[in-house]
């Protein structure tokens, strides 16, 4: 008898990693047109992220992060790139990375761990790791 785990978890990751494309998309579009209000509307209220800088608990303070570094760096060229993405429960658990380039021409980038959550018919980022690295 053939064991359909194999394929349908196969399909499971694909239709996962569609997801966070798209919401990943969404990102890099707002952060590169530096709207924190729309970067913000990404993440859950109760979201956590996490960074070097620090940690942020909740969306207003997530957006409150996100406008400061827009001030102090004019980002622009922003690219994210999941190269994994798990299905777990109800929530997709995403490791990949992201490029930037600040003040108009030094690039950075890092590694990047995101927990997206389905809330209100659409997938939110619940919680977010970045580990930064400059190239």
Known sequence: MLNPF???LSLLVLNSSNKSKAINQK?????NK??????????????VQTTP?????GREAIEGYITDF???????????????VYA???????????TVTIDGSRKFGGYLV?????VGGTWKIRSSVSEDFIS
Not at 27 to 31: G, T
Not at 37 to 44: D, I, K, M
Not at 53 to 57: H, I, L, W
Not at 114 to 118: A, E, G, L, N, R
Request: hydrophobic share 40%; net charge negative.
């Open 27 to 31: 990102f890099d579009e707002a952060f």
């Open 114 to 118: 995101i927990v997206y959550t389905f």
């Open 70 to 84: 827009f001030q102090r760096h004019n980002p622009s060229d922003r690219v994210t790139k999941m190269s994994y």
């Open 53 to 57: 800088g620090g940690s942020f608990s």
């Open 34 to 47: 530096h709207d924190a209000a729309a970067v913000g509307e990404l993440y859950t209220s109760n979201a």
């Open 88 to 98: 777990f429960g109800g929530d997709l658990c995403a490791l990949g990375g992201w």
């Open 6 to 8: 194999p394929l349908l």
